[in-house]
């Protein structure tokens, strides 16, 4: 069945760095966009950065832009969220989804940005 696996999530400080992953199986991973979703307690999720079957073609949220890096590696099944200049508001559960038949999510790994 099809499964994500999201890791890398933590602590960091304002302005901090951390790299998420997201590791896929169940499916043909290199036939799929992946997304990369955010939510914080009380909120809708939010679509934070979108990677083209391929990785050549990209889009990220408003909030995001400059600052997130997202990219494949459809060798290792593989989708990373390079995450960079941490703010506060950064803070949520990421979450990994694949754009395949209803969808699907990782359970999800938590990112916390404060002093």
């Known amino acids: 069945q099809v499964q994500l696996v999201e890791s890398g999530g933590g602590l960091v400080q304002p302005g901090g760095s951390l790299r998420l992953s997201c590791v896929a199986s169940g499916f043909i991973f290199r036939n799929y966009r992946m997304s990369w979703y955010r939510q914080n307690p009380g909120k809708e999720r939010e679509l934070v950065a979108t990677?083209?079957?391929?990785?050549?073609?990209?889009d990220y949220a408003d909030s995001v832009k400059g600052r997130f890096t997202i990219s494949r590696d459809n060798a290792k099944n593989t989708v990373y969220l390079q995450m960079n200049s941490l703010k506060p508001e950064d803070t949520a559960v990421y979450y990994c989804?694949?754009?395949?038949?209803?969808?699907?999510w990782g359970q999800g790994t938590q990112v916390t940005v404060s002093s």
């Open positions: 990677i083209s079957i391929g990785g050549g073609s990209t």
């Open positions: 989804y694949v754009v395949r038949g209803a969808g699907y």
